[in-house]
């Protein structure tokens, strides 16, 4: 299957410093990431849709100005978490689209970073 | 509202009793049903697409079928290894959206 990395895995930061988190698409071009968060022993919940060169599209009660989403290429979207707060602390995982498939094509997963805010 | 729900939650087998995963799913048109495994503190890794009721799909010791309402995730004779988290979601017509269950935690005991 093809390959989608994040970078970091695992990062520890302080309340009220932002951090980016990077999602690559190594094996093909992607006009359509989505970035989830994942609590434990919960599903995945879609945070947002990223599209390449225009704004991303939130879901329902999911901060924008605080997730910060750059799709700057076809083979990388950026999520920023701005001034970040303990309850931002989870798994962050994002997906691109294999665009053979069009509107409906299989979405291949990043390994995860792990975020922890102290 | 879409919803998908997946059963058992939880799933302890023996190495080499088959057993099956259940996904129910309501959508006003279904564009495709994803089957992903997602082992601890890793993201979902891909295993099965399907489009359309009847289909059925292969890989190893899984086999995926799909019905108009429902699939299943087939497991022949377990291995340890096969013990994950199986996640199913749900494409439909008009969203490019996955609407994911809740998942079943498979556990292969040797």
């Known amino acids: 299957g093809a390959v989608v990395s994040q970078h970091p895995s695992r990062v520890i930061c302080k309340s009220g410093t932002s951090v980016k988190i990077e999602c690559r698409s190594l094996?093909?071009?992607?006009?359509?990431m989505f970035w989830y968060r994942q609590f434990p022993k919960q599903s995945l919940m879609l945070m947002a849709t990223?599209?390449?060169?225009?704004?991303?599209?939130?879901e329902q009660g999911v901060e924008k100005d605080k997730f910060l989403i750059n799709h700057a290429s076809l083979t990388l979207s950026t999520l920023t978490v701005t001034s970040a707060h303990p309850e931002d602390s989870s798994f962050y995982i994002c997906?691109?689209?294999?665009?053979?498939?069009?509107?409906?094509?299989?979405?291949?997963f990043g390994p995860g970073t792990r975020l922890l805010v102290l | 509202e879409d919803q998908v729900t997946q059963s058992p939650e939880a799933l302890r087998l023996q190495e080499g009793e088959s057993s099956s995963l259940n996904c129910s799913y309501t959508?006003?048109?279904?564009?495709?049903l994803f089957w992903y495994r997602q082992d601890p503190g890793k993201g979902p890794e891909f295993l099965f697409t399907?489009?359309?009721a009847g289909e059925e799909k292969e890989k190893e010791r899984l086999k995926a079928t799909l019905t108009k309402k429902e699939s299943f995730l087939h497991i022949t004779a377990p291995k340890p290894e096969d013990s994950a988290t199986y996640l199913c979601?749900?494409?439909?017509?008009?969203?490019?959206?996955?609407?994911f269950g809740e998942g079943t935690q498979l556990t292969v005991n040797p």
């Open positions: 997906s691109a689209r294999d665009p053979s498939g069009g509107a409906f094509g299989t979405q291949y």
């Open positions: 094996d093909f071009q992607a006009t359509t």
């Open positions: 990223s599209n390449e060169g225009s704004k991303a599209t939130y």
């Open positions: 959508v006003s048109g279904l564009r495709g």
């Open positions: 399907l489009y359309s």
């Open positions: 979601a749900v494409k439909e017509t008009s969203g490019s959206r996955l609407t």
